[in-house]
Nanobody
Framework: QVRLVESGGGLVQAGGSLRLSCAAS????????MGWYRQAPGKQRELVAL???????NYADSVKDRFTISRDNAKNTVYLQMNSLKPEDTAVYYC???????????????WGQGTQVTVSS
């Protein structure tokens, strides 16, 4: 199986920055798109940013020009640089990867355990 471990969350003041990391490990045959989602209390989980294995990115309108997603394919790691943070960015951030486990012909969605990001006003 594929395991995703996030790090980098925390408490920051509005206008500040945080960098999230998510490392994939386990029996990885291939990693396709990787992304970050978030879920605020009482709200549905939403896509924040996505990056394909070839480096094509997609962002939610609410984070464009503030957040940057990147990946290091050699390290099986995806990053989310978050700048100009706002209180409404407060949420649990989840890493997601579309991955094909080694020896398997199918691709599955895998999720990390989530990391809390809290932005104070």
């Amino acid at each position: 199986q594929v395991r995703l471990v996030e790090s980098g969350g925390g408490l920051v003041q509005a206008g500040g920055s945080l960098r999230l990391s998510c490392a994939a490990s386990g029996s990885i045959g291939s990693l396709n798109a990787m992304g970050w989602y978030r879920q605020a209390p009482g709200k549905q989980r939403e896509l924040v940013a996505l990056i394909t294995s070839g480096g094509i990115t997609n962002y939610a309108d609410s984070v464009k020009d503030r957040f940057t997603i990147s990946r290091d394919n050699a390290k099986n790691t995806v990053y989310l640089q978050m700048n100009s943070l706002k209180p409404e960015d407060t949420a649990v951030y989840y890493c997601n990867a579309a991955a094909r486990p080694w020896g398997n012909s199918k691709t599955y969605d895998f999720w990390g355990q989530g990391t809390q990001v809290t932005v104070s006003s």
